[in-house]
């Protein structure tokens, strides 16, 4: 049983945090519309679970604006928030702050997600809500990165979940640039022998 902590106070979280190399568990969460979303909804792209106990904190919502604007950034890169508040206020914050680039879900309708992913808390004054941490799915739908934040009224880190992310998707920016790279020192090295053999016929002319 994992742990973090409320105001310096120690809080037991339910289940075994979820690890990295692990297979994501599908799961199905409720949109701002009561409609229902699933993870494999999102297969082939890279997501990054933003959890969260609820709306109406400070950090629960600064994290969504910062997540808001960096996701903007991340191509294939999806973003959901999820916490146990109601559709309602989901809908209502995402209206009043603007947020477009960040999927809201709500858990709290009876599903395994809390407890696959290990995130709900067991005691303490926000027991049966979810743990502050941040979740990171590759494409290939195995987890990349996971941060359980050792303190609920933390923010997380974010410039490692945007690293993590940037690995999954920086490979394949690296291989095309020294693809590229090579088709530029070979079209000079084929324009240099033209030139050679051009020059050389004048000179023995």
């Known amino acids: 049983m994992a742990t ?5 106070q120690p809080v037991k979280v339910i289940g075994e945090f979820i690890k990295v ?16 979303f699933s993870l494999k909804e999102l297969n082939g792209k890279n997501v990054i679970l933003n959890i969260f106990p609820s709306l109406d ?6 994290s969504v604006r910062k997540f808001n604007k960096l996701a903007a950034g991340l191509p294939d890169t999806v973003v959901l ?17 603007g947020i477009e680039n960040v999927i809201p879900l709500s858990d709290f309708r009876f599903s395994d997600f809390d407890e696959n992913y290990g995130v709900r808390m067991a005691d303490g004054p926000l027991a049966g809500l979810l743990a502050r941490s941040v979740v990171v799915i590759g494409k290939d739908g195995k987890i990349a990165y996971t941060e359980l934040v050792p303190e609920i009224t933390q923010e997380p880190d974010y410039d490692k979940a945007i690293a993590a992310v940037s690995r999954k998707f920086g490979s394949g ?18 324009l240099s022998c033209r030139f050679f053999f051009i020059s050389s016929s004048f000179l023995y002319r």
């Open 173 to 190: 920016i690296s291989n095309k640039k020294r693809w590229t790279e090579f088709i530029m020192l070979s079209t000079a090295f084929l």
């Open 57 to 62: 904190t400070g950090v629960c919502a600064t």
């Open 21 to 36: 190399g692990s297979v994501a568990p599908d799961f199905e969460l409720v949109k701002t519309d009561l409609s229902s």
């Open 4 to 8: 973090t902590k409320f105001k310096g």
């Open 81 to 97: 928030a999820i916490s146990k508040d109601l559709p309602f206020a989901h809908a209502r914050f995402c209206t009043t702050e």
